[in-house]
T-cell receptor
């Protein structure tokens, strides 16, 4: 298995632009998680899905952030409009429901908003 | 959800066992203890987890005290590639703290 795939690996954009981050979970995994990591705040859970349904989005910082999972093999995290404080590494992770805590992380997307 | 406490940093000599402690005194009966590590610039990597029995896999061993208020992750023969930030989590939903930065010295 290729593991969790994220794209792009690096994104540089200007303030106010829309940014879309993409994730392909491990085949067969029914949980998908989006995290954000910064030096100041560490690793934060933003939202997670179970069987394509959002379960807990309490970590989403504000309405500028949205996440979708249209099918079991694809999810997006969108920021519109982006701001410099959104600069971070965004990780996607997936797991099986039988062991939801055993998560497998992707390589991350490093987002820089100027 | 239980809060975990870890030392911010540790050193270990290459080839020796690295013992990383974690306190989780408020853990509830159905909360598992999970350990992850993050090597620089990579995503976190699952290592091991347990509920109340000691666990071992190809990467590490996990020792949980009988009262479940603390645990120790053991890397039996640390190598330079084990240098990373190690996170102990005792939650239903994963919330990462600041972890322990383990440095393996040659």
């Amino acid at each position: 298995d290729a593991g969790v795939i994220q794209s792009p690996r690096h994104e540089v954009t200007e303030m106010g632009q829309e940014v879309t981050l993409r994730c392909k979970p491990i085949s067969g995994h029914d949980y998908l998680f989006w995290y954000r990591q910064t030096m100041m705040r560490g690793l934060e859970l933003l939202i997670y899905f179970n069987n394509n349904v959002p379960i807990d989005d309490s970590g989403m910082p504000e309405d500028r952030f949205s996440a979708k999972m249209p099918n079991a093999s694809f999810s997006t995290l969108k920021i519109q409009p982006s701001e410099p404080r959104d600069s971070a590494v965004y990780f996607c992770a997936s797991s099986l429901s039988s062991q939801a805590g055993e998560q497998y992380f992707g390589p991350g997307t490093r987002l820089t908003v100027t | 959800d239980a809060k975990t406490t870890q030392p911010p940093s540790m050193d270990c000599a290459e080839g020796r066992a690295a013992n990383l402690p974690c306190n989780h005194s408020t853990i509830s009966g159905n909360e598992y203890v999970y350990w992850y590590r993050q090597i620089h610039s990579q995503g976190p990597q699952y290592i091991i987890h347990g509920l109340k029995n000691n666990e071992t896999n190809e990467m590490a061993s996990l020792i949980i005290t009988e009262d479940r208020k603390s645990s120790t992750l053991i890397l039996p023969h640390a190598t330079l590639r084990d240098t990373a930030v190690y996170y102990c989590i005792a939650l239903q939903k994963l919330v990462f703290g600041q972890g322990t930065r383990l440095t393996i010295n040659p």
